[in-house]
């Protein structure tokens, strides 16, 4: 099945320093999903957003809705343990439904 | 307010046997979603319930199919197991609306030997 580019695949990062990472696709989504995702448990929701060039921002989290609608973007600041976990973009193609679909994912790794 | 749950939550079966796993939606969610998380994949699109029917389906054999019952709650039923069915079975719920976000459940380890 289709599933997005998500890049990096992993990063080990320091305390305190600033993530970024990205989804690109070929097609055009109307919307686009964050999800973060622990060892043994569901995806859970970090942010959505619906409009191109959207920025929406949850605590710490800040996400971008590319313009072109085939791309989006995640940056976490000053990242702590607890952020550890895979993250994983998803949108949905239009006219696709409630349909979603997910990127590769992130491994993200934190040092004290 | 309960969130999506899932059971089982481990489940080890031989090739050739079929299986069934559960969901029940989050509470006021009418629509149920079912997707496959191989290893380190993200997870695949199965097929959506909603109204009792099946409303969209991604892409997979007939093998598996699924059900929802009138209090929201679904099923998802895989015949003829295959080694490559073995996957986390994650449920996820969310309004009919197309802009409803998905909320998803801790799944179903299934182990196929």
């Known amino acids: 099945g289709q599933q997005l580019n998500q890049s990096p695949q992993s990063m080990f990062i320091q305390e305190g320093e600033d993530v970024s990472m990205n989804c690109t696709s070929s097609?055009?989504?109307?919307?686009w999903l964050w999800y973060k995702q622990d060892p043994g448990e569901g995806p859970v929701l970090l942010i959505a957003l619906y409009k191109a060039g959207e920025l929406t921002s949850n605590g710490r989290l800040t996400a971008q809705f590319g313009i072109t609608r085939k791309d989006s973007f995640l940056n976490i600041s000053a990242s702590i343990p607890s952020d550890v976990g895979i993250y994983f973009c998803?949108?949905?193609?239009?006219?696709?439904?409630?349909?979603?679909?997910f990127g590769t994912g992130t491994q993200l790794k934190v040092e004290l | 307010d309960a969130g999506v749950t899932q059971s089982p939550t481990h489940l080890i079966k031989t090739r050739g046997q079929q299986v069934t796993l559960r969901c029940s939606p989050k509470s006021g969610h009418d629509t149920v979603s079912w997707y496959q998380q191989a290893l380190g994949q993200g997870p695949q699109f199965i097929f959506q319930y909603y109204e009792e029917e099946e409303r969209q389906r991604g892409n997979f054999p007939d093998r598996f199919s699924g059900h929802q019952f009138p209090n929201y709650s679904s099923e998802l039923n895989v015949n003829a197991l295959l080694l490559g069915d073995s996957a986390l079975y994650l449920c996820?719920?969310?309004?009919?609306?197309?802009?409803?976000?998905?909320?998803f459940g801790n799944g179903t380890r299934l182990t196929v030997t």
């Open positions: 097609s055009i989504f109307n919307t």
């Open positions: 996820a719920s969310s309004l009919r609306d197309t802009y409803s976000p998905l909320h």
């Open positions: 998803a949108g949905r193609i239009t006219g696709g439904g409630n349909k979603l679909t």
